[in-house]
């Protein structure tokens, strides 16, 4: 690769022009995911960038993304964290690991409770925090964010410490919740500049502007705070002979249990990163109901046809209700509630003839692959009926996509899978969801306006939910009382 009279390596994939310094001044620091995907029109699915001081590379095609991240595994299996999410401790567990070895035991842990057939002791509890989320649903509707938030909360803390939530004011979830919040903002690269001057960080804290470092301090105490005290209070349930089993249970058992740093962080990681995820996408089923009466109806339809009204859907249905496979599926490609995620190679890398040096930022772009003119007819339009007029490969089907590449792709995948399926199943066998209305009968529509950053949801909207009959109140008060 290197001769005297040539250059030392190959060419950076091509990419806009770079100004000195500054290097690319892109339009907006905002929603960078769209800026990033309106650049392939110019420069294709694969190209370079450079922000101040860091070299990026972005993938906006999944085929490219799984040439690269899935041919090269272990080289592209670091995932660098965002400036201000190291400042505040919270690089600390799985999702930003960059030993190989602490990476390999972090991911053992998440198997004994994530796998598919060690998901199944789980089951009981995802039925019975699903009919809790249905009884709260009908109980008090117009809380139903609060609702939505619950379930996801509920069961990844069952999941993680044996943790039963209180349906009221729980003070772990309180905590574990400023934490989520912390992880949201500290991952978003348009709030720090520090995540694009990582030589910020090293003045000192008292000169102007350095309040990012006091935050980061407060941040990283009360990430810490949360571990410990999930940690403790699995320690203490095991010493009194009442702990439920739990990834930290099952990690204190197993021969990885001197770990305490990596059982502690990574079980807080399950909860911290992951209920945003499954909160976001069921946000926005709730906004894509009310905005697409007709594709309600069609779902309520099959799930009356195939299901009836003796009971509600369970997850074993899933196979016999194509439609609602596909709403989920669509739901997954049109509002994907992570638009991107970073890698970064060990190693200098040449890729087709270019050159990716060790460290460059390699940016997955969800939202770019999952709207792609190429692949998918009009992308910005929920259509889930695309999804039953063709085959899906690898390259185009949302699952296949939104959970990621390679070494590091999602552990939760099948949980997301089944928690999502179920919550949307029963939701519309049993209540209508339609535009509010306001005190003089007229329509509220909602903004459908998205929040910005590493993680995205619907900004907080009204919504008209009631129950589609006596029969379907009826269930889901049976269903509460036998759990
Ligand atoms: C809609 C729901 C979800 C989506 C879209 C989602 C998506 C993702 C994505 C894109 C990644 C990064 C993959 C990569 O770098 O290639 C990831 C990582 C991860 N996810 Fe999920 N996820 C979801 C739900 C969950 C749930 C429910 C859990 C656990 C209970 C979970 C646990 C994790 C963990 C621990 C990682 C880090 C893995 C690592 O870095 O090795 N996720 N997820």
């Not at 729980?170 to 978003?188: G, I, L, R």
């Not at 997955?364 to 339009?381: G, S």
Request: glycine share 6%; with cysteine.
């Amino acid at each position: 690769l290197s001769s005297k009279a040539g250059p030392k390596h190959p060419p950076l994939f091509p990419g806009p022009k770079a100004l000195p310094l500054v290097g690319n001044v892109l339009p907006s620091s905002k929603r960078l995911w769209l800026t990033m995907a309106a650049y392939s029109e110019q420069f294709g699915p694969i190209y370079s960038l450079r922000i101040l001081g860091s070299s990026m590379l972005v993938l906006n095609s999944a085929s490219e993304a799984r040439d690269l991240i899935e041919g090269k595994s272990s080289l592209y299996a670091p995932r660098p964290p965002p400036k201000m999410v190291e400042l505040a401790g919270m690089d600390r567990g799985v999702l930003f690991e960059s030993n190989p070895v602490r990476m390999r035991k972090s991911r053992k842990l998440l198997h004994m409770v994530l796998q598919p057939r060690e998901l199944r002791l789980f089951d009981p509890t995802l039925v019975e925090k699903n009919n809790r989320f249905l009884h709260n649903l009908l109980h008090s509707p117009h809380k139903f964010l609060e609702h939505i938030r619950k379930l996801p909360a509920g069961v990844t803390l069952a999941l993680s410490h044996g943790y039963e939530v209180q349906e009221e004011d729980d003070p772990y979830v309180a905590m574990a919740d400023v934490t989520v919040q912390n992880f949201a903002k500290a991952s978003d690269p348009a709030a720090f500049l520090v995540h694009w001057l990582p030589i910020l960080a090293k003045l000192p804290t008292f000169l102007p502007g350095m309040q990012f470092k006091r935050l980061a301090l407060s941040w990283r105490q009360q990430y810490t705070a949360l571990a410990e005290r999930g940690h403790e209070h699995v320690e203490s349930n095991i010493a009194s002979g009442t702990a439920r089993p739990s990834l930290t249970s099952l990690a204190l058992a197993s021969e990885l249990k001197d770990e305490r740093d990596i059982i502690m962080f990574t079980a807080t990681q399950v909860y911290t990163g992951e209920q945003l995820y499954c909160t976001a996408t069921l946000s926005s089923f709730f906004l894509m109901m009310m905005k697409h009466p007709d594709v309600q109806r069609r779902a309520q339809q099959e799930i009356d046809q195939v299901i009836g009204d003796e009971r509600l859907p369970v997850y074993g249905d899933r196979p016999q209700l194509p439609y609602i496979e596909s709403l989920l599926k669509e739901l997954l490609r049109c509002c994907p509630p992570i638009p991107a995620v970073t890698r970064a190679p060990a190693q200098d890398d040449v890729h087709k003839g270019y050159y990716i040096p060790k460290g460059t930022v390699v940016v997955v772009n969800f939202w770019a692959m999952l709207h792609d003119k190429t692949r998918y007819d009009e992308p910005d339009q929920f259509r889930p009926d695309r999804w039953l007029s063709r085959d899906a490969d690898v390259n185009t089907d949302p699952f296949e996509v939104i959970f990621g590449f390679g070494r590091r792709t999602c552990p939760g995948r099948h949980l997301a899978e089944s928690l999502l399926f179920t919550a949307i199943a029963t939701t519309l066998a049993a209540f209508d969801i339609a535009v509010p209305r306001d005190e003089q009968g007229n329509l509220v529509e909602p903004t459908g306006e998205y929040s910005d950053g590493g993680i995205i949801w619907p900004l907080p909207f009204k919504c008209d939910i009631r129950a589609r009959s006596e029969r379907a109140k009826e269930l889901i008060l049976n269903s509460v009382v036998q759990a």
